[in-house]
């Protein structure tokens, strides 16, 4: 079984210019997570799918993050503009639906916004 | 919201020896999770405990489950080098968004 891919696996970028992530679950699963790890620090939840609906996304600074999943399958994160602080690595997880939400995650994307 | 809060921080600890690290929650957990992450990549699935299950094994893994106290631990029993990484345990409850805590970093010393 295929796992979950995402590109690029490395980005630098200078502040204020744009990037775009591209996530590719595991087929079938429903539920697709996008995360933002700063160093040191655990995943934090930028925005959840159910399918192709949006589930939860506080914590998304919505004036210049945006997400979208098309048909409910691949997903795209971009950050326009980006900033210093949002050096970090943006992991794509998926699960199935259902109680037991075991996530499988990708092998991240390591943005460095100078 | 449900996060879980790993303890210790960090551990480090010799090749052959045993690793614990403890796991706190605040709510009702429908099961709770343990994932493990290498440097530069992505978390890793290690093991799930149902709220009705006191004690799992997978391997030289062991977890167990106190709902009473809400906590939980993985003890990795026999460390080895490659098991340097940092775990993080993730509490699922109904409904509940799981976050991640910090996690625990273990450095296992060849």
């Known amino acids: 079984e295929a796992g979950v891919a995402q590109s690029p696996r490395y980005k630098i970028i200078e502040k204020r210019q744009s990037v775009a992530f591209w996530c590719n679950p595991i087929?079938?699963?429903?539920?697709l997570y996008w995360y933002q790890q700063i160093l040191g620090q655990g995943p934090k939840l930028l925005i959840q799918?159910?399918?192709?609906?949006?589930?939860?996304d506080s914590q998304l600074p919505k004036d210049r993050f945006s997400a979208e999943r098309l048909k409910g399958v691949d997903s795209t994160l971009k950050i326009q503009p980006a900033k210093l602080e949002d050096s970090a690595v943006y992991l794509c997880?998926?699960?199935?639906?259902?109680?037991?939400?075991?996530?499988?995650f990708g092998p991240g994307t390591r943005l460095l916004v100078l | 919201s449900q996060q879980g809060e790993e303890d210790p921080q960090a551990l480090s600890i010799q090749e052959g020896e045993n690793a614990t690290m403890n796991c706190s929650y605040k709510?009702?957990?429908?099961?709770l999770q343990w994932y493990r992450q290498n440097s530069g990549r992505g978390l890793v699935h290690l093991i799930l405990?149902?709220?009705?299950?006191r004690e799992k094994h997978s391997g030289r893994l062991r977890v167990t489950l106190d709902t009473s106290k809400k906590s939980s631990s993985l003890l990795i029993t026999a460390s080895r080098a490659a098991d340097t990484a940092s775990y993080f345990c993730?509490?699922?409850?109904?409904?509940?968004?799981?976050?991640f805590g910090a996690g625990t970093r273990l450095f296992v010393k060849a």
């Open positions: 405990i149902r709220s009705n299950e």
């Open positions: 993730a509490p699922v409850g109904g409904g509940f968004k799981t976050i």
């Open positions: 799918f159910q399918n192709n609906g949006v589930v939860d």
């Open positions: 087929s079938g699963h429903a539920t």
């Open positions: 709510t009702s957990i429908n099961n």
């Open positions: 997880a998926s699960s199935l639906e259902g109680l037991l939400k075991t996530q499988y």
